[in-house]
């Protein structure tokens, strides 16, 4: 009697076992598969906010401004101006503001700084729409002989397993003249002028420079810690691109560290550039330039 009481006992605590185990089974794949479902959606919402942030600001060094890694800004540089100064308006006079004005924008050294300025008229007459495979949103132009050296690098990067996406290219006066009048009522005028370009001083207007990315900490200062980023710094300069506004770079240039932002120069130019060890806008600053 005592034995069968056993075997029931033992048998039922059996089954309960076996059942709480089914139970936890089951439980554990419908927790696994929500989670996986959580990253994907998580996925595509980056995915979604990148592609609607790109649309909107294509700026190079999206504000965050950076501003916690990349050379932090003092308070009085954060938006602390008055209602007057932030809601300042840019556009065409800035040709009337005491700036040397680009006679050539399609030469490749034209030097464009805060203390030059390419006419609001200026448009690079060779634009060439950046291949779909190398962006994920809205169309891109680029100047044609750009266009052909950025597909080598593309190559060659990707066959060292490096996967670059292109996040900004060309944008006309007009386009930068609205982003940065935009940043400029969002963050204050001083804050603006450390990471985004006036209009008729940036270098996108050129039809030359790039915005590379293909990481998860895009337009952001540790994207130089990145394979992508690693690579650039030691292979662009092959196929003509220079590092417009290196780290440590902001007194001569104004911006603040973009190790995404490249600019096409040409390849021996860019080849001397790297030699140089020179920011690139004291290399160009050496080179022929004509102004108005």
Known sequence: MVLRKCGIIFSVVA?????????????????????????????????????????????SGFPSVETGENEEASSEDNGEESPEESSMVVGEDAEKDGLQVVADGDYLLALVTKDTT??????????????????????????????????????????????????????????????????????GVNAANRFSARPGQSEHQLGTAVDFG????????????????????????????????????EATTGYIFEPWHYRYIGREAAVQWKDSGKILQEFLQEKPQNFE
């Open 15 to 59: 089954a309960l076992i076996v059942l709480g185990l089914l139970t936890y089974m089951v439980f554990d794949l419908f927790y696994a598969e929500d989670q996986y479902s959580g990253v994907e959606e998580e996925k595509d919402e980056l995915i979604n906010q990148t592609a609607e942030e790109e649309s909107l600001t294509e700026e």
């Open 118 to 187: 390419l006419r609001s008229d200026y448009e690079p007459v060779d634009l060439v729409p950046v291949p779909d495979y190398m962006h994920r949103s809205r169309p891109m132009q680029l100047r044609q002989e750009a266009m052909e050296n950025l597909e080598e690098l593309w190559s060659a990067a990707e066959q060292e397993g490096v996967i670059l996406h292109i996040i900004s290219a060309y944008r006309s006066f007009s386009y930068q003249e609205g982003l940065f009048q935009s940043y400029a009522d969002k963050y």
């Open 214 to 249: 293909g990481t998860t900490v895009d337009l952001k200062a540790e994207f130089a810690d990145t394979d992508q980023g690693r690579w650039l710094v030691d292979h662009a300069h092959y196929y003509g691109f220079a590092l417009s506004y290196p780290r440590g770079g």
